[in-house]
Nanobody, 127 residues
Framework: QVLVVESGGDLVEAGGSLRLSCIAS????????MGWFRQAPGTEREAVSA????????YYASSVKGRFTISRDNDKSTVYLQMNSLKPDDTAKYYC????????????????????WGQGTQVTVSE
């Protein structure tokens, strides 16, 4: 059974930084692209970023490009999301997910392409 666990969410002031971590087990981690999504109350879950299985390619939503950086450490089965210059609009619950198919990332922005999700970690950015 695949288990995905996020951590690192917190309350931070606008302009601040956070680093989210996500550790996945029960899968061959270095064969799966990984993604970060977020969801604020009353909104749909939106794709934030994704990284391919070897870390060679990275993808970002336009709203976070230049501020967020995704990375991974396959030896630790962990993916990270470094978030800088945070804005109140970044307030949401952030979810990490493993892409369903190995060696693939055709639709990194589509939630239904991922088949293992964590419980989420809350990020709150104050004015």
């Amino acid at each position: 059974q695949v288990l995905v666990v996020e951590s690192g969410g917190d309350l931070v002031e606008a302009g601040g930084s956070l680093r989210l971590s996500c550790i996945a087990s029960g899968l061959t981690f270095d064969r799966h692209s990984m993604g970060w999504f977020r969801q604020a109350p009353g909104t749909e879950r939106e794709a934030v970023s994704a990284i391919t299985w070897a870390g060679r390619n990275k993808y970002y939503a336009s709203s976070v490009k230049g501020r967020f950086t995704i990375s991974r450490d396959n030896d630790k089965s962990t993916v990270y999301l470094q978030m800088n210059s945070l804005k109140p609009d970044d307030t949401a619950k952030y979810y990490c997910a493993a892409y369903g198919r190995e060696y693939s990332v055709d639709h990194w922005y589509q939630a239904d392409s991922y088949n293992a999700w964590g419980q989420g970690t809350q990020v709150t950015v104050s004015e």
